[in-house]
């Protein structure tokens, strides 16, 4: 197993400013993944970000929206850049573990609220 | 591409009973991994459950059981006696080629007394 941590767990961000969310994780790993959940929504992948490498993104979502970064095995950061109220959301990290990916946990959430 | 469906926007039990949240999924791999997670209220997202395509017997993780029919294309979580505290959503999700999870819309349980 993993265990994954995240902040902020919430905040309140005022249109146009940005935020950057850290995810920490107690153990190496290759994958890792940002999702986003909007209020009464499913899950929806944002990027997977890689060690060393640029992250790769999902249709829909863009890299000056959502810059990534992944400085070692063990942590990420997720940036939303100029905030608007459509960004209100639970933000989440997730790590694949376990052999052939069996085995994937995720952070906590970053509550975001956007006003 | 991958598609997960989940019918049941919400489902009731009673404590103590069991119950099935139905999951079906579309994909033309042949390798595939499938995963139930239950979301409380408090948003974060704990990890119930994990079939492989390849596996032959059914999943399970204590009161929790994956009825996996391959030639149906589906994925059912079966809870057996349920608890007050398993009042969640619950989410199927398929894990994609690239180790990523294409989840479904999800279900919300609600247990009675």
């Known amino acids: 197993s993993a265990v994954i941590s995240q902040k902020p767990s919430r905040d309140i961000c005022q249109r146009g400013t940005s935020l950057t969310i850290q995810c920490q994780v107690d153990s190496q790993v290759t994958m890792m993944f940002w999702y986003r959940q909007q209020p009464g929504q499913s899950l929806t992948l944002i990027a997977t970000?890689?060690?060393?490498?640029?992250?790769?993104?999902e249709s829909g979502f863009v890299i000056d929206k959502f810059p990534i970064s992944r400085p070692n095995l063990t942590f990420s950061t997720l940036t939303v850049s100029n905030m608007s109220p459509e960004d209100s959301s639970i933000y989440l990290c997730?790590?694949?573990?376990?052999?052939?990916?069996?085995?994937?946990?995720f952070g906590p959430g970053t509550r975001l609220t956007v006003t | 591409a991958q598609k997960i469906t989940q019918t049941q926007p919400g489902m009731f039990v009673q404590e103590k009973e069991a119950v099935t949240l139905d999951c079906t999924y579309d994909t033309s791999d042949q390798s595939y991994g499938l995963f139930w997670y239950k979301q409380p209220s408090s948003g974060e997202m704990i990890f119930l459950i994990y079939?492989?395509?390849?596996?032959?017997q059914n999943a399970t993780e204590g009161r929790y059981s994956l009825n996996f029919q391959k030639a149906r294309k589906s994925a059912n979580l079966v809870i057996s006696a349920s608890q007050l505290g398993d009042s969640a959503m619950y989410f199927c999700a398929m894990r994609d080629t690239g180790y990523a999870l294409n989840f479904g819309k999800g279900t919300s349980l609600l247990v009675t007394p």
């Open positions: 997730s790590v694949t573990t376990g052999t052939g990916g069996n085995e994937q946990y």
């Open positions: 079939q492989g395509s390849y596996d032959e």
């Open positions: 970000a890689n060690q060393g490498s640029e992250a790769t993104y």
